[in-house]
């Protein structure tokens, strides 16, 4: 069986739980990482480079897209937010399994890029509950809100093109589920086509 780790995207509306999904997850696998973005914004107080974000000037940013070095990558208020393909690369060849946590349209450059990628979908159990989640927060207005509501319904609606669904009904639940789904996929065809190909190449 391949060796290699598991490049996993991670997507989900927001209020979902992906973030609190993957924390618990995470404590418990201590081969899976979290992709580590990088970003041409100016670093916030708190925050350290190469934890919360590789923070590069937009030139260098920029040289990375020219040479592949982004597997995928987005521009939000006049920033560059995207996945450095180096450290994956590195991560995955070691054995680790590599989650990135991402939107939609990100999501689909990293399919297209690699089609092996294992990618799941965190659904929220009803869209009233995602309010519930959202209002909870207590950090949106009512219409901050249903803009967020709205931007969900466009997102669930791509959840088919997704491998797996994860319903975030309870948390530990969820996170066992996200481990049942990396443990399957480790044996799956798509992703042991090489180990495939070397034992006919035995033969």
Request: glycine share 8%; net charge neutral; hydrophobic share 35%.
């Amino acid at each position: 069986m391949s060796k290699k780790g598991i490049l996993v995207v991670f997507s989900g509306p927001s209020g979902a739980g992906k973030g609190t999904i993957l924390a618990e997850y995470l404590r418990r696998s201590p081969k899976a990482v979290c992709s580590v973005s990088a970003t041409t914004r100016k670093l916030r107080p708190g925050e350290v480079d190469g934890v919360h974000y590789h923070f590069v000037t937009r030139e260098a940013f920029e040289e990375m897209i020219r040479q592949g070095e982004v597997i995928e990558y987005t521009e939000y208020n006049g920033n560059y937010y995207g996945s450095p393909a180096g450290p994956i690369r590195r991560q995955l060849e070691e054995g680790r399994d590599v989650i990135l946590e991402i939107e939609v349209k990100g999501a689909q450059q990293v399919r297209a890029k690699f089609p092996e990628a294992l990618s799941i979908f965190v659904m929220p159990p009803t869209f009233e509950e995602l309010r519930r989640r959202l209002t909870g927060r207590g950090t949106e207005n009512e219409e901050q809100i249903r803009a967020r509501l709205q931007t969900a319904r466009v997102e669930v609606a791509m959840a088919p093109d997704y491998d797996y669904i994860v319903v975030n009904d309870v948390v530990s639940e969820a996170a066992d589920r996200l481990g049942y789904i990396i443990e399957a996929a480790r044996c799956s065809r798509k992703f042991n086509q090489e180990f495939i190909q070397d034992i006919l190449s035995q033969t």
